[in-house]
């Protein structure tokens, strides 16, 4: 048996042999596996995003089913684009772009419980006729696969993907829709009575396009449609603003592109761009630099200098007027209509 004193020093010295084992063996495992940051809203980069995608018709079918679905939400992307730019890249999804504004719009609706189905156009733009027949009848084969037609049908749809969908809506029942820079086709086609009701969000700079939009807003009241707008402005660039938009890109290439706008001229004095953001060299000047920017990351850079001068860009920055558009206007529904007449058109090359 050990006396006291010394059974003392054997606990104080087993103690210290405890500790030191502990700070051995912890201290690593933090510097090696720190805690993750918190996720924003727009980082949805964890498995609970990841896309599924099928091939059906010829053509991509992408979703996303959160785990209590209020509402399905159907993207339809504009000229060029494809169902592949709403989702990031990920082990379900190995070809996805995950373009910024479209990859928000998608987070912010499943951070709203809407399950989202985006599908990608035949050609380059979207047309009418078949196409739109081919979309509706597989709208509807998804939404019953996966036992949805008991919650809302909504839309949202870009440029090409905006005449798409105001064109669809007279075929397929939407609770709500939104039609994003553009306005419509509206006069080529018999407009019935439950039209869904149609939120514009559009960039006022665009002048044309914004005379057209009143023209056609005061047509959907006349006949009792519920109508509403949104006006997207210009926003000024700052050395942070395409790192905080753009994932991936480094703050301090985000600052050295910024320096280098304003040394070639690319924006005044309080940051805003000269010129819309595609008919700017920035590229070439970015060729003749030492900044190294990720050449996969050209086309989220091209977006946000496009939203920046808003003219005519997919923009994630109202989404919160468009589902609050969304859920002030739910009511389920057979998603089916009788077809209306659309006269034959050309999807705007826009």
Known sequence: MLKHGTRRSWLLSNRRLLFISLFVVVIPLILFFPQAAPRSRGDFESDQY??????????EVIWQIPQSSKAVLFLA???NGRALNFWDK????????GLPEERLLVSNALARNFAVVTISSRGRCWTFGEEMLTVKDMLEWWVHKHKLHTVPLVALGASSGGYFVSALATNLKFSSI???IAEGVFGEM??????????FVHMPKDVHRQKQISVYMEMLKSKGIDVAEVECLDLPLSKNFLADRVPGLDPIVSAKLFNLFKDKGFVNEQGYMKKDGRATRWKEALRG???MLDKNL???????????FAFHEMTSLPSDAIF???ESHMKSSSISRKPHHLLAVESPKS
């Not at 990841?50 to 053509?59: C, K, M, Q, S």
């Not at 990920?90 to 772009?97: D, R």
């Not at 850079?301 to 496009?306: K, T």
């Open 50 to 59: 990841h896309a599924t995608v099928e091939l059906r018709n010829g053509t």
């Open 77 to 79: 992307h504009g000229c």
């Open 90 to 97: 990920s082990p379900s999804c190995a070809n996805c772009i």
């Open 178 to 180: 939104t039609i994003m």
């Open 190 to 199: 018999d407009i019935p009575e439950d039209y869904p009701p149609t939120l």
């Open 289 to 291: 630099s030492q900044i």
């Open 298 to 308: 050209f086309q989220h850079v091209q977006e946000e200098l496009n939203l920046a």
């Open 324 to 326: 609050k558009w969304f």
